[in-house]
């Protein structure tokens, strides 16, 4: 799994390093994957729990993930890439499928970025309203939904941090 | 063992056949101004994005007073990473242009492939971003959320939100070639190390 352009350096090197470097690669990669997958698995949860009922002069407001479709979208990409992690991670024909798997994983850094990216978006607006739209920031009435909600978006981006250095690794 | 150095590994840039580099080429060059085209409209459009409209508040007497809002890009920081993001997608395409026409003998050191490579995995995740961020906020605007009392804006500002759609879209279509462009290298690269290595390794 050297690119040719290590591979001239690689190749200095004797059979037996060239076996343990290989080794290394593959148990970093392997390394990476799993934190990636439960990083992704906790953040879908978190979000997924995340539920509020708040009464204002007998005004029910009731905050949950699915009111918004950017944090339904979270919740959904983050539990197909830590389905797809686990997949990579249980298959034993992995030399066979590098393609699939290359470009499977490309899609997937895709898809977590973009998630944490829409559900921020929406946070923000949550968080600190938008005066030239109207719209008046719900985290003062919803403490706890917030709250939650800043935590999953966090362990969203070490997701996302982490599919993204997974994929410069293996270059 | 000690014979094996840098001359005879032949891995760099240019190492492959110069018919296959150049068919496979054509198809990336294709691909990525089609890419530096899509960012480029939608950098520009929402980057130009600007309604102004003059509201009746109210009526006293005879008189209506009036307030003029305007919707700029700028309201949202959603619509400003667009912006970002594709002027960086732009600028990233038309440097990979360039290299790829002009600079032909240009390889650093033997990491030509690895910095392309790196840097177009970069530009796609932002792109990316940008582009999921300035849509979700485009879908708030138009249909509003009941649960946490914000009201549609687009029903007041159509202009504005049509342009900035349109601008939404072109960034998807720009990321999705983008994507393919990255991929095709990846793909060919791998190919490549395969092929010299003699095993398809993984």
Not at chain 2, 96 to 122: P, Y
């Given at each position: 799994?050297?690119?040719?352009?290590?591979?001239?350096?690689?190749?200095?090197?004797?059979?037996?390093?060239?076996?343990?470097?290989?080794?290394?690669?593959?148990?970093?990669?392997?390394?990476?994957?799993?934190?990636?997958?439960?990083?992704?698995?906790?953040?879908?949860?978190?979000?997924?729990?995340?539920?509020?009922?708040?009464?204002?002069?007998?005004?029910?407001?009731?905050?949950?993930?699915?009111?918004?479709?950017?944090?339904?979208?979270?919740?959904?990409?983050?539990?197909?890439?830590?389905?797809?992690?686990?997949?990579?991670?249980?298959?034993?024909?992995?030399?066979?499928?590098?393609?699939?798997?290359?470009?499977?994983?490309?899609?997937?850094?895709?898809?977590?970025?973009?998630?944490?990216?829409?559900?921020?978006?929406?946070?923000?607006?949550?968080?600190?309203?938008?005066?030239?739209?109207?719209?008046?920031?719900?985290?003062?009435?919803?403490?706890?939904?917030?709250?939650?909600?800043?935590?999953?978006?966090?362990?969203?981006?070490?997701?996302?941090?982490?599919?993204?250095?997974?994929?410069?690794?293996?270059? | 063992?000690?014979?094996?150095?840098?001359?005879?590994?032949?891995?760099?840039?240019?190492?492959?056949?110069?018919?296959?580099?150049?068919?496979?080429?054509?198809?990336?060059?294709?691909?990525?101004?089609?890419?530096?085209?899509?960012?480029?409209?939608?950098?520009l459009v929402m980057g130009l994005n600007k309604e102004t409209k003059t509201f009746v508040v109210a009526t006293v007497g005879t008189s209506s007073i009036k307030v003029t809002l305007t919707?700029?890009?700028?309201?949202?920081?959603?619509?400003?990473?667009?912006?970002?993001?594709?002027?960086?997608?732009?600028?990233?395409?038309?440097?990979?242009?360039?290299?790829?026409?002009?600079?032909?003998?240009?390889?650093?050191?033997?990491?030509?492939?690895?910095?392309?490579?790196?840097?177009?995995?970069?530009?796609?995740?932002?792109?990316?971003?940008?582009?999921?961020?300035?849509?979700?906020?485009?879908?708030?605007?138009?249909?509003?959320?009941?649960?946490?009392?914000?009201?549609?804006?687009?029903?007041?500002?159509?202009?504005?939100?049509?342009?900035?759609?349109?601008?939404?879209?072109?960034?998807?279509?720009?990321?999705?070639?983008?994507?393919?462009?990255?991929?095709?290298?990846?793909?060919?690269?791998?190919?490549?190390?395969?092929?010299?290595?003699?095993?398809?390794?993984?």
């Amino acid at each position: 799994m050297n690119s040719p352009t290590l591979g001239a350096l690689f190749m200095k090197f004797d059979a037996q390093t060239q076996m343990v470097m290989t080794k290394i690669r593959g148990i970093i990669t392997f390394l990476l994957r799993i934190i990636a997958l439960a990083a992704c698995v906790i953040a879908a949860i978190v979000m997924g729990t995340a539920h509020e009922t708040a009464q204002i002069f007998s005004l029910k407001f009731e905050a949950r993930y699915s009111d918004s479709p950017s944090f339904k979208y979270f919740v959904i990409a983050n539990s197909v890439v830590g389905c797809y992690s686990l997949l990579v991670l249980l298959l034993p024909f992995k030399s066979l499928l590098w393609r699939l798997i290359l470009v499977l994983d490309a899609i997937m850094t895709l898809l977590l970025t973009s998630s944490f990216s829409a559900a921020m978006a929406i946070a923000y607006v949550g968080k600190n309203g938008n005066s030239h739209a109207g719209w008046l920031p719900i985290c003062s009435q919803v403490h706890k939904f917030c709250d939650q909600t800043t935590a999953a978006l966090v362990v969203g981006l070490v997701a996302a941090i982490v599919y993204l250095l997974l994929l410069l690794y293996s270059l | 063992m000690a014979s094996l150095g840098v001359e005879k590994a032949g891995f760099g840039y240019n190492s492959i056949g110069s018919s296959v580099r150049e068919r496979k080429m054509l198809v990336i060059v294709l691909l990525r101004s089609l890419s530096l085209l899509a960012t480029l409209a939608a950098a520009l459009v929402m980057g130009l994005n600007k309604e102004t409209k003059t509201f009746v508040v109210a009526t006293v007497g005879t008189s209506s007073i009036k307030v003029t809002l305007t919707a700029k890009f700028q309201d949202t920081p959603a619509n400003i990473f667009l912006v970002v993001a594709c002027a960086l997608a732009t600028f990233h395409n038309i440097l990979m242009l360039a290299l790829e026409i002009f600079g032909k003998k240009l390889d650093a050191n033997g990491n030509r492939f690895m910095l392309i490579s790196i840097l177009d995995i970069i530009n796609l995740t932002v792109l990316s971003a940008g582009a999921a961020s300035s849509a979700f906020m485009g879908e708030l605007a138009k249909n509003g959320n009941t649960h946490a009392q914000w009201n549609k804006v687009c029903d007041k500002f159509e202009k504005f939100c049509n342009h900035g759609a349109g601008a939404t879209l072109a960034s998807f279509i720009g990321l999705a070639l983008l994507l393919a462009v990255t991929l095709i290298t990846n793909l060919r690269l791998r190919q490549a190390t395969n092929n010299a290595n003699g095993n398809a390794s993984v």
